[in-house]
């Protein structure tokens, strides 16, 4: 049966999953890799974490993080995105026992409350709008348990000229008024108000993506 996409305000990248993943390294001139083994620097998985992947697209992250995981000791990477093709991308790339991949809004997530060790999340927030990102934040409280991690990849005030100039060009490019949200600074601020311990920040990639890294304060 098709795989049928699930309807939010978020932009979803339908049309451009089949091209995605040769896009992407041409529009982070490489660096995602770079970024996303940071992230999971600061992730620092145990074998027998469950770990959410918000916006997963084609799925790489998904599978990194799979990669580290014992699925003999109920180590889990799960993707969703609300994009129907990229979910069937990223299936196609490798769905494993420990490696599974959802159409789900992140808004909405079908999990129930305290299922997961830990969520991440590269350059999703930047696709919904504010209202959105406050729902998505709230879902992902919801079903870390407490103590969880939450790192997320995005943008962010840029911390140098270059990364304001790549900021404006992606802004204009992509014509998604949600990044102006992203470089005028909202993140930290969304992510305290879902109730999770104030982020630290690492500006990343020219001062363009920072890396945001919190916890669910435990019960
Ligand atoms: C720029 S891509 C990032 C994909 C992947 N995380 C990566 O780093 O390559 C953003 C993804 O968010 C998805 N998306 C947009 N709105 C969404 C929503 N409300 N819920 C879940 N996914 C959404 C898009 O379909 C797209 O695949």
Request: with cysteine; charged share 20%.
């Amino acid at each position: 049966m098709e795989l049928q996409s699930v309807s939010t305000r978020g932009r979803t990248l339908d049309h451009a999953a089949r091209v995605y993943d040769l896009l992407e390294p041409l529009l982070l001139l490489g660096k995602q890799a770079e970024y996303d083994l940071h992230l999971l620097s600061l992730l620092n998985v145990s074998a027998s974490d469950r770990v959410l992947d918000l916006g997963c697209g084609t799925g790489v992250l998904t599978r990194m993080i799979a990669d580290r995981l014992n699925p003999a000791e109920g180590g889990e990477s799960v993707g969703i995105d609300a994009a129907a093709r990229m979910v069937a991308v990223a299936r196609k790339k490798r769905a494993s026992e420990n490696c599974r991949f959802e159409v789900m809004a992140a808004e909405a997530l079908g999990f129930a409350d305290a299922t997961f060790d830990a969520v991440v999340s590269s350059l999703f927030f930047h696709h919904v709008p504010l209202d959105l990102k406050e729902s998505a934040l709230t879902e992902a409280f919801r079903v870390l348990k407490p103590g969880g991690r939450l790192v997320i990849a995005d943008m962010h005030i840029p911390t140098t000229r270059m990364g304001a100039l790549v900021s404006h060009v992606s802004r204009w490019f992509f014509m998604q008024p949600q990044i102006g949200e992203n470089i005028r600074g909202v993140l930290p601020r969304v992510i305290e108000a879902a109730g999770f311990a104030p982020p630290s920040i690492v500006a990343v990639y020219f001062g363009y993506i920072a890396l945001f890294n919190t916890r669910k304060p435990n019960a």
